[in-house]
T-cell receptor, first 115, second 116 residues
Framework: SAVISQKPSRDICQRGTSLTIQCQVD?????MFWYRQQPGQSLTLIAT?????????ESGFVIDKFPISRPNLTFSTLTVSNMSPEDSSIYLC????????????FGEGSWLTVV | AQSVTQPDIHITVSEGASLELRCNYS??????LFWYVQSPGQGLQLLLK??????LVQGIKGFEAEFKRSQSSFNLRKPSVHWSDAAEYFC??????????????FGKGTKLSVKP
């Protein structure tokens, strides 16, 4: 398994501000993913972040709103920019420890409330 | 396109009773299949996964799931539910090949309540 730490675990943010979420993994992984879980909903993939390349965004998500960094094989950040109440969600980092698509672990999530 | 259906939004079972949570998927090849559990205020914990081999897979906390290709199903079971199993359960499918490996499509989840 993998130990995935996310910071912050919870935050209350003001409308119009930006917040950066950090994801730290206890082992080197090639593929990292960011998901969003809106209140009462399932998880939706925001983007795939592989070290050494630009993040790949899913339909409906854009880099200006959700810039992602992946400086090394154990760390990634997701920024939620110019937040609105609709951005109130749990943001989860996940990793594929085997690199084969069949061993996927999630962090504890970052619970953001935008007021 | 890949999709996952969890037809039951909310299930209530008595403690000690058996449990089956349904999951159907749509995918053009043999998928990777996962069950995750999310307790209130927590992240996702991997219960079990299937990607090849024996179609009956054992997971943590006494859970098991059976992959049935003919029915495109991957139902989660537990013979005797404990009060601590109350949580939301998510079924997910992942690509078994290609550049989309590792990103998962999730069902909408089934909330499990346990009666004393």
């Amino acid at each position: 398994s993998a130990v995935i730490s996310q910071k912050p675990s919870r935050d209350i943010c003001q409308r119009g501000t930006s917040l950066t979420i950090q994801c730290q993994v206890d082992s080197q992984v090639t593929m990292m993913f960011w998901y969003r879980q809106q209140p009462g909903q399932s998880l939706t993939l925001i983007a795939t972040a592989n070290q050494g390349s630009e993040a790949t965004y899913e339909s409906g998500f854009v880099i200006d709103k959700f810039p992602i960094s992946r400086p090394n094989l154990t760390f990634s950040t997701l920024t939620v920019s110019n937040m609105s109440p609709e951005d109130s969600s749990i943001y989860l980092c996940s990793v594929d420890t085997a690199g084969l698509g069949n061993t996927i672990y999630f962090g504890e999530g970052s619970w953001l409330t935008v007021v | 396109a890949q999709s996952v259906t969890q037809p039951d939004i909310h299930i209530t079972v008595s403690e000690g009773a058996s449990l089956e949570l349904r999951c159907n998927y749509s995918y053009g090849a043999t998928p990777y299949l996962f069950w995750y559990v999310q307790s209130p205020g927590q992240g996702l914990q991997l219960l079990l996964k299937y990607f090849s081999g024996d179609t009956l897979v054992q997971g943590i906390k006494g859970f098991e799931a059976e992959f049935k290709r003919s029915q495109s199903s991957f139902n989660l079971r537990k013979p005797s539910v404990h009060w601590s199993d109350a949580a939301e359960y998510f079924c997910a499918v992942g690509a078994s090949y290609g550049g989309s490996q590792g990103n998962l499509i999730f069902g909408k989840g089934t909330k499990l309540s346990v009666k004393p």
